[in-house]
């Protein structure tokens, strides 16, 4: 886009480099002489409207750059197996829409795709390496991190974590169920699951992924817990006794009646409260080590039971007692079938 009076001004550059910050003295003064004219200020008006259509959603400072990769990916285009777009119009379709001049429609495509590299780059290059663990089935694994930290794992939960915190986070990544004790700092602590990320200072609470929702549950102190999946950064603040809830991009916090239940499991005890019976398997076969099946007239009952370091036996003689069940051996699982 050019005018009369200024035939080599790009205001695709001027703009971009606007945005960032980069324009020095001289060239403001330039851009201010281009915006005099009416029309001109009309095409940078349309071009700032647009560009905030386009611009990505504010995250909360302390985000890990993997969950703002998150939020990108989310609202760049998605294509299925052939490479087609699909029906509904992502944000840079709609935005590209807006825009008729080629060469505009060529720099913003190209300002959101380097954005998108710069922020992938800025991950891969910049974090530091990690240290993962796995505890195995039927086992428990305490863990000391760098600053003091303690983290308690449960039965087939991994962790990631550096060797040593440096930066301005204090970052680790896990999927499974933990319990975090956080030294206190002025220096975030984060969390990062698939779901959620749980950002602190200085507290204690347990993060639990598995089943159909990532569960935050905070014994003492405040956390913040913020959604990776959602298109719209979603961040919620819980306190003490509280227990928040992530399922499909959505966060909802509730009171817990009974909070000891959701933390049984650091001394042996598994705690079932009306939950389905193939919630309740997996949970005994991490537990246990052992596979622990049902034929299908069984899986959709639901339980509740408490069992305090009972032997494997034990545990699996029960729960068919509750469903009038019979518990067939194998030679390395269990079964549950009907009578």
């Known amino acids: 886009m050019k005018t009369n009076n200024h035939k ?8 971009v480099r606007w945005l960032d910050g980069r324009l020095n003295a001289a060239e403001q003064h330039r851009l201010d002489a281009w915006l005099a ?41 998605k ?4 490479g087609r777009a699909l029906a509904s119009p992502s944000i840079l379709d709609q935005v590209l829409d807006r825009i008729r001049a080629p060469r505009v429609r060529a720099a913003f495509a190209g300002s959101l795709m380097l954005a998108a590299f710069a922020l992938v780059y800025s991950f891969y290059s910049s974090a530091p390496q990690l240290r993962e663990v796995t505890v195995p089935f039927g086992q428990q694994m305490e863990i000391v991190l760098s600053d003091g930290s303690e983290v308690l ?32 700092d002025e220096i975030p602590f984060v969390v990062a699951t ?14 639990r992924t598995w089943d159909s929702a990532t569960k935050v549950f905070v014994y003492s102190g405040r956390v913040a817990v913020h959604s990776n999946i959602a298109v719209q950064a979603t961040e919620v603040e819980i ?47 991490r537990i246990y080590g052992v596979e622990v099946t049902a034929d299908n007239r069984l899986l959709g009952q639901r339980l509740s039971a ?6 494997f036996l034990k545990v699996v003689e029960s729960l068919a007692a509750t469903l009038n069940a019979q518990v067939v051996q194998g030679e390395t699982a269990v079964s549950l079938r009907s009578r």
Request: with cysteine; glycine share 4%; net charge negative.
């Open 37 to 77: 004219a009416e029309e001109n200020r009309k095409a940078w008006d349309r071009l700032q409207a647009v560009w905030r259509v386009s611009e990505p959603p504010v995250v909360p400072e302390g985000t890990p750059v993997a969950a703002q990769w998150r939020h990108l990916a989310n609202r760049l285009p």
């Open 239 to 285: 306190l003490p006794n509280q227990l928040a809830i992530c399922k499909d991009e959505s966060i909802t916090v509730q009171p817990t009646e009974r909070p000891g239940d959701l933390l049984s499991w650091r001394h042996g005890r598994l705690v079932f409260s009306n939950q389905p019976l193939p919630e309740i398997l997996a949970e005994v076969r």
């Open 194 to 207: 698939e779901r959620v990320s749980t950002r602190v200072l200085g507290t204690e609470f347990n993060v």
């Open 79 to 82: 294509v299925t197996k052939a």
């Open 8 to 15: 080599n001004f790009d205001i695709n550059e001027y703009f």
């Open 306 to 311: 408490t069992f305090d370091k009972e032997p």
């Open 153 to 184: 794992l449960n039965a087939g939960s991994s962790i990631k974590y550096p060797d040593k915190f440096t930066g301005d986070i204090r970052l680790v990544e896990m999927e499974g169920e933990a319990y975090f004790k956080i030294e206190s």
